[in-house]
T-cell receptor, first 115, second 116 residues
Framework: DAGVIQSPRHEVTEMGQEVTLRCKPI?????LFWYRQTMMRGLELLIY????????DSGMPEDRFSAKMPNASFSTLKIQPSEPRDSAVYFC?????????????FGPGTRLTVL | AQKITQTQPGMFVQEKEAVTLDCTYD???????LFWYKQPSSGEMIFLIY??????QNATEGRYSLNFQKARKSANLVISASQLGDSAMYFC?????????????FGKGTHLIIQP
């Protein structure tokens, strides 16, 4: 079975450019999460969706960040305009969203470098 | 707000020894779930073990067990018979609302190095 798929795996861009990160959750999962990992701040939740609806975006750092989930099999995280401090590894994760253990399965991450 | 504290930035352990990685948490919510994830140098996040706040017994998954002390708000990960492949970052995380679908709050992690 395919796990969570993220693209691109690596992205290098210049300050001010628009960046779009993509995620395909595990088929059948109805919750999707975007996290960011940096040395300084560790792993932070940015936003999550249940059944394609954004539930909590309080972790989105600024209005420059936006996320969408147009259908159950696809989500995007967009940064416009990008800044050097946005450099990080961005993880997408999905889960079944039912009661119980409900562990989150992480994608391989996108390593973003903003010059 | 919930908080996860991992007080061991790094640990060196001899191969085949048992390892205990510390994790304390802070929440006023009675319903929550605790998780441990492993992140090897390749970068992926691998789920290891889960403990629900109402679970009566400590969770076990193969060589991994969770020493859950609810009154002390601690959820230490125990790895028995450590192996070289256990060298990685280990993160403790918490999700509120017990079995819900909320996001995770992570600790800063512990870098475990297993020495031959």
């Amino acid at each position: 079975d395919a796990g969570v798929i993220q693209s691109p795996r690596h992205e290098v861009t210049e300050m001010g450019q628009e960046v779009t990160l993509r995620c395909k959750p595990i088929s059948g999962h109805n919750s999707l999460f975007w996290y960011r990992q940096t040395m300084m701040r560790g792993l932070e939740l940015l936003i999550y969706f249940n059944n394609n609806v954004p539930i909590d975006d309080s972790g989105m750092p600024e209005d420059r960040f936006s996320a969408k989930m147009p259908n159950a099999s696809f989500s995007t995280l967009k940064i416009q305009p990008s800044e050097p401090r946005d450099s990080a590894v961005y993880f997408c994760a999905s889960s079944l969203g039912t009661s119980g253990r409900n562990e989150q399965f992480f994608g391989p991450g996108t390593r973003l470098t903003v010059l | 707000a919930q908080k996860i504290t991992q007080t061991q930035p790094g640990m060196f352990v001899q191969e085949k020894e048992a390892v205990t990685l510390d994790c304390t948490y802070d929440t006023s919510d009675p319903s929550y779930g605790l998780f441990w994830y492993k992140q090897p140098s390749s970068g992926e996040m691998i789920f290891l073990i889960y403990q629900g706040s109402y679970d009566q017994q400590n969770a076990t998954e193969g060589r991994y067990s969770l020493n859950f002390q609810k009154a002390r708000k601690s959820a230490n990960l125990v790895i028995s018979a450590s192996q070289l492949g256990d060298s990685a970052m280990y993160f403790c995380a918490m999700r509120l609302s017990g079995g819900g679908a909320d996001g995770l709050t992570f600790g800063k992690g512990t870098h475990l190095i297993i020495q031959p």
